[in-house]
C-alpha cells in the first residue's frame, strides 16, 4: 500500500427511498472527511439531486467519473450505476429502489474485488425489494461472502468502541435457529471472531464470551439441552486450540449485569439476542462489520429508515462511524500482514560448523538446506 496516498472509500447508496443519501450527504457535507480519505459514491445523480434539494445541501458537490481509478483527491466523487430512469418514492419499498441498490452494490463489489477501492461502506437496503435473480441472499454479509469471499466464511460483528458482538446464525427465523447450531459452526464462528480480534481490532490475546441459547442456559438441560451437548462441547475445544473463549453465559443477566465489560467480545446465537442489547447499548456509534473476509465491509447498524425518509431528521452518526471504522480496520489489518509478513528466519551452521549463515532463500514454510560458503 502506497501510504501517501488517501484510502479510498467505496460508498452504495442503499435504498433511494429511505435515509441512506440523507446520512451520505450529512456525512460528507463536513470537511474533514475529505481529510481522511477519498469517497467514491455507487449511485444515482438524479437520485442524489432529489435527496440534496429535498434537504437543502446544495453545497455538498460531487465530481462525475467513470471509474473510481479516477476518483479524484479532496473531492466527493460519484459514479453513475443506473443507465434508466429513477423515481424515488419516500418511505416506500419498491421494486426500482430495489434494483437501484443492487445496481450500486454490485458496481462496488465488483471494484473492490479488482483493487478500485479499498473498503467498502454500504447504506441500508431493503432486504426483500433488493431480491431478484441476481440478488438472492438475507442479506449484504450473505452476498459479499458468495461474491468475493474467496472461499472464505464471513461473521457478522457488531461494534463500537467498547463493545462487539459477533453472530452464530444470521437472518434466520426464529423456527430455524436450533437446528443451524451446531458444534461446528460455533468452533468455525469462534476462530474468525479470535482471528478478526487480533487483525482488524488489534487485540493480542482476546477474551471471548460465548452465550447459552436457552434462557437461564438450559438450567441443565430443563430448558434445553444445547448448551450441555453442542455449546459448551465447542467452547472446550476451541479452548483447547488457544482460543480464550468463555461460557455459556445466559444472555438476560449477562448483559442486564454488565457482565460485557469484562471480554474483549461476545459471540451471540442469533440475530436478535445479540442486536437488540447491542442497539440498546450503543444505537448511535455502532457499526455492522463484515468480518472473515478478504475485504473491509462496514456499514450503519440501523435500516433504511422509512418512516422518517426525506425529512432531514436522520442521524448520520452510525454512517460517519462506519467510514472511521473502515478506515481504523483497513489500517490495523495492513499493520497486522506487514507485521507477519517476514517473520525472523532462521540461522544455520555451513558445513564447517565455523559461520552462521542466513537462509533467504527459502520460504518459511520449507526446509531449509545447509549453505555452502
Do not use: W
Amino acid at each position: 500500500m502506497d501510504h501517501n496516498r488517501k484510502i479510498k472509500v467505496g460508498i452504495t447508496h442503499g435504498d433511494t427511498n429511505g435515509i441512506g443519501y440523507e446520512v451520505i450527504l450529512k456525512t460528507l457535507s463536513e470537511p474533514r472527511m475529505l481529510e481522511l480519505c477519498t469517497p467514491v459514491v455507487y449511485g444515482s445523480s438524479k437520485a442524489l439531486a432529489y435527496h440534496r434539494k429535498a434537504l437543502n445541501m446544495q453545497s455538498v458537490n460531487f465530481n462525475m467519473v467513470k471509474s473510481a481509478a479516477e476518483a479524484a483527491d479532496n473531492m466527493n466523487n460519484l459514479i453513475e450505476v443506473l443507465d434508466g430512469e429513477i423515481k424515488i418514492e419516500l418511505g416506500n419499498a419498491t421494486p426500482i429502489a430495489g434494483k437501484a441498490a443492487f445496481a450500486s452494490l454490485e458496481r462496488a463489489t465488483k471494484d473492490l474485488n479488482e483493487g478500485l477501492i479499498d473498503v467498502l461502506v454500504t447504506a441500508p437496503i431493503n432486504k426483500d425489494s433488493i431480491q431478484s435473480e441476481d440478488f438472492h441472499f438475507p442479506g449484504h454479509t450473505e452476498y459479499l461472502e458468495s461474491a468475493i469471499g474467496n472461499g472464505n466464511k464471513s461473521l457478522m460483528i457488531l461494534c463500537n468502541d467498547d463493545l462487539r458482538v459477533a453472530l452464530v446464525t444470521t437472518h434466520l427465523p426464529i423456527s430455524q435457529i436450533s437446528s443451524a447450531i451446531t458444534e461446528e459452526t460455533i468452533i468455525e464462528k469462534l476462530e474468525i471472531f479470535n482471528e478478526s480480534l487480533k487483525k482488524d481490532f488489534n487485540i493480542i490475546n482476546p477474551r471471548i464470551a460465548v452465550l447459552a441459547l436457552n434462557p437461564h442456559a438450559g438450567e441443565n438441560g430443563m430448558l434445553g439441552n444445547e448448551e450441555k451437548e453442542i455449546i459448551t462441547p465447542a467452547i472446550d475445544k476451541a479452548y483447547a486450540n488457544k482460543i480464550y473463549c468463555f461460557g455459556p453465559y445466559a444472555a438476560d443477566g449477562f448483559f442486564g449485569s454488565e457482565q460485557y465489560k469484562h471480554f474483549d467480545g461476545v459471540l451471540a446465537m442469533y440475530h436478535d439476542q445479540g442486536l437488540a442489547p447491542f442497539k440498546t447499548i450503543a444505537m448511535e456509534s455502532g457499526v455492522n462489520f463484515t468480518a472473515g473476509l478478504p475485504f473491509i465491509r462496514t456499514s450503519p447498524d440501523h435500516g433504511t429508515g422509512y418512516d422518517i425518509a426525506g425529512q432531514g431528521v436522520a442521524d448520520e452518526s452510525s454512517f460517519r462511524t462506519a467510514i472511521y471504522k473502515a478506515l481504523d480496520f483497513f489500517r490495523s489489518r495492513n499493520a497486522y500482514y506487514a507485521m507477519h509478513r517476514h517473520p525472523l528466519r532462521k540461522q544455520y551452521f555451513d558445513k564447517s560448523g565455523d559461520k552462521e549463515v542466513l537462509d533467504l532463500t527459502k520460504d518459511d514454510n520449507d526446509t531449509p538446506e545447509i549453505l555452502n560458503n
